[in-house]
């Protein structure tokens, strides 16, 4: 089980670079968790897009979400030329009126995951955590039954994620803020706020993501080390968490 970093700013892509997007992959099978903006050029530096079994949406805000369009002109063309076939599957949440449907194409297929009970995307378990943000977004853990991730999507502080994350291996946390700053009104965590989360359930692992375009991000990494005694990462593309 691997897990690649493809975009990790907040809000918008910095000069050549995406906003939130993953690969996750375990036993030949690729599943795509959020697809933001400039992620589909960067995608293509790691894997092939054909190459990808699976996508899972947190949320429909633009930065994690803005090149699903792009992915399903890419799954058309594909098909057309007879390099790929079938249906890419797309699971997203039905809480706000007319986005799931907006997963759905030609080539691609809108499934709706139901936050209550866990999802099984080939190799993977997903259950879910509805975060504190503006709009309904839902947080993941991920296990192939080995290992686990655990990704907050977008969210303020909340108790809970202590409880959901527990034992992870890996925790990828919203962490747009700064120590001492008032993250939770945008809906997002401060760096202390991650790394409490990451102490108290005691991670093995902790990956400071969907980063501020403004201060200095080895700060943030400093402050969560402060709280945080095990390895704290600044998420940045091509970074990979293995769990083989």
């Known amino acids: 089980m691997k897990i690649t970093t493809i975009g990790y700013w907040g809000a918008y892509p910095a000069q050549n670079s995406a906003t939130s997007c993953y690969i996750l992959e375990d036993g030949g099978f690729r599943l795509l968790l959020d697809c933001g ?48 076939e079938g249906k890419l599957p797309i699971y997203g949440h039905e809480e706000e009126e007319g986005k ?27 259950s879910f955590l509805k975060t504190a943000h503006p709009v309904p977004c839902y947080g993941m853990r991920i296990t192939n039954g080995d290992y686990t991730i655990v990704y907050t999507a977008d969210t303020g502080y909340q108790k809970e994620w202590s409880d959901f994350s527990e034992e992870a291996d890996l925790l990828i946390a919203d962490t747009n803020f700064y120590k001492g700053m008032d993250a939770g009104k945008a809906g997002h965590m401060t760096s202390e706020e991650a790394a409490t989360i990451a102490a108290e359930a005691g991670v093995k692992e902790l990956w400071l993501s969907h980063l501020p ?13 402060d709280i945080y005694g095990g390895e704290v990462k600044l998420a940045s593309e091509g970074l990979r968490w293995n769990g083989d």
């Open 100 to 126: 799931l449907a907006t997963l759905e194409a030609s080539y691609t297929e809108a499934r709706a995951y139901d936050p209550e009970t866990t999802l099984t995307v080939g190799p993977f378990t997903i």
């Open 37 to 84: 903006s400039g992620a589909l050029s960067r995608i293509q530096c790691y894997v092939s897009l054909n190459s990808i079994d699976a996508v899972i949406i947190s949320h429909y805000h633009h930065d994690h979400v803005a090149d699903i369009g792009v992915l399903q002109h890419a799954r058309l063309v594909q098909t057309m030329l007879g390099n790929t």
């Open 213 to 225: 375009h403004f201060g200095n991000h080895s700060k943030l990494k400093q402050e969560a080390a």
